[in-house]
Every structure is written in C-alpha cells, then in structure tokens.
C-alpha cells in the first residue's frame, strides 16, 4: 500500500508564492509519475502538473511560467513551487503518484486528502 500526504497549502495574497510538499510511503517498487491536481469549488479536478519518471514534465496552461514541479527520488517526495498567484489558483491541491507494488505489476493511482489553497486579499 502506498500512502500519500500533501502539506504547505495556507492563504496567500493575490502575486503571492506558496510551495507545496507530498510525501509517498508504504511498499512499493518504483513511481512511475507524480502530479498535482485541482479541484476548485463547484468544477471538475484538474491537472496542474506532472512529471514522469523520464524527467518529462506536462503543466496546465493555466499555470505555465508560474509553477514548477520538482521531485526527489530518493526522498518519494514532489514539490509543487507555485509564483505569482491569483484568485483563479484557488482550490483544494491534491498530490498523485502512479506506484507500482512490485516489477511485473501495474502503476495504479494513489490520492492524498488535498490541501487547501486560498488567493485571497
């Protein structure tokens, strides 16, 4: 099993920056990819960033220039630096990484609970 924990999401003022962290744990043989979704009030989840274990990394439009995304192997860790934020970043955060149990197995998607973003002045 592998659990996933998100932190550092808070309330910012509008061309603030915040950083998150997510940490992975648990059993596993390797993650394949992580990323950062979002889910505002009343709208769908949606990506923000990904990063795959080949170093390709994919962000939504919406975030391009402003956020970057980082990992540390070693540590099962991925960093999302988030720069000159608005009210339209505002929502939930949520970390995602595609694990694998074992080398023959397949990835599957694991969720942390979310941590919550708010651009406010």
């Known amino acids: 099993q592998v659990q996933v924990v998100e932190s550092g999401g808070g309330l910012v003022q509008p061309g603030g920056s915040l950083r998150l962290s997510c940490a992975a744990s648990?059993?596993?043989?390797?993650?394949?990819?992580v990323g950062w979704y979002r889910q505002a009030p009343g709208k769908q989840r949606e990506l923000v960033a990904l990063?795959?274990?080949?170093?390709?990394?994919n962000y939504a439009d919406s975030v391009k220039g402003r956020f970057t995304i980082s990992r540390n192997n070693a540590e099962n860790t991925v960093d999302l630096q988030m720069n000159s934020l608005n009210p339209e970043d505002t929502a939930v955060y949520y970390c995602?990484?595609?694990?694998?149990?074992?080398?023959?197995?397949?990835?599957?998607?694991?969720w942390g609970r979310g941590t919550q973003v708010t651009v406010s002045s």
């Open positions: 995602n990484a595609q694990a694998r149990i074992g080398f023959s197995t397949p990835s599957r998607d694991y």
């Open positions: 648990g059993s596993f043989f390797r993650i394949d990819v």
């Open positions: 990063m795959h274990n080949g170093g390709s990394i």
